[in-house]
């Protein structure tokens, strides 16, 4: 009898754990990109409030640390995408890099300059979303931080804001990309779930096979990310005009770019 009832209540787990998770993502269909993007916000405003001088202080992760120093030279001139409060760009400037950062959210943007000014350090902080913000000037090199790249919703504007970067590129220039890998595939039904959500709510963009929605209960904000077999990601830095450097998968996907002919 006991065995019978563990099993039935793990078997309602799994029903409502899946119930969740097509809650999400129809619930994403229903956003609009302007309310999208208004969640992610909050997340990361809630993330950088939250986060603990400890964890900026440890700096970069191992795998920065190598991917970085693979593709970097001292002294090049270094835009940080999603540069966040600071974690991965002080390690850098501290390093010798002309490094930048560049954040979509102000609270974020602010806690990185303050952070940046208390160590006596000359680095420019520019808050903007890299798919419309102005880029200033040329750069050795691009790196979109730790998974931000798979945090722009839709391929079209993804391709876009890479061949944007391209064109701000010095000469033999190149991107750094981490991405979230898709391993397994997510799911096709809640998906495809999103989808019909959208169509019939008009809204005005359409969830992609590979975009993940997760309900946060501490922000009470839904979490996107789009996640990436490696074909996908290589064919996408391809339209954009790059050829493939490097690549890597392990928990999740490194990419070097580098102009193509």
């Known amino acids: 009898m006991r065995r019978l009832l563990v099993a039935a209540i793990v078997g309602l787990a799994r029903t409502l754990d899946r119930g969740v998770t097509v809650c999400a993502f129809v619930a994403a269909g229903l956003l609009r990109l302007e309310g999208l993007a208004r969640h992610t916000g909050e997340n990361w405003r809630q993330y950088g409030a939250t986060q603990t001088e400890a964890d900026v202080a440890a700096g970069l992760f191992h795998w920065e640390q190598a991917f970085y120093g693979r593709f970097l030279k001292p002294g090049e001139r270094v835009l940080l995408v999603g540069c966040g409060t600071g974690r991965d760009l002080l ?16 609270a974020c943007a602010d806690l990185a300059r303050a952070r940046v000014a208390r160590r006596g350090i000359a680095a420019a902080v520019h808050t903007g979303d890299v798919t419309r913000a102005a880029l200033p000037g040329r750069f050795d090199a691009v790196i979109f931080s730790w998974l931000c790249y798979s945090y722009i919703p839709g391929r079209a504007t993804r391709v876009a804001t890479l061949a944007r970067v391209r064109e701000h590129l010095a000469p033999q220039g190149r991107v750094l990309v981490s991405y979230v890998l898709a391993e397994p595939p997510p ?59 490097f690549h890597e998968q392990s928990c999740d996907g490194n990419l070097a770019l580098r102009v193509g002919p």
Request: zero cysteines.
């Open 187 to 245: 799911r096709r039904l809640p998906w495809r779930l999103a989808r019909l959500a959208s169509r019939l709510s008009g809204a005005d963009w359409r969830p992609e096979y590979g975009d993940v929605f997760l309900a946060r209960p501490d922000t009470r904000r839904l979490h996107f990310e789009h996640q990436f077999r490696p074909a996908e990601i290589e064919a996408e830095a391809r339209a954009a005009g790059f050829e493939i450097a």
């Open 91 to 106: 390690p850098l400037l501290e390093q010798g890099y002309r490094a930048e950062g560049l954040e979509p959210v102000a």
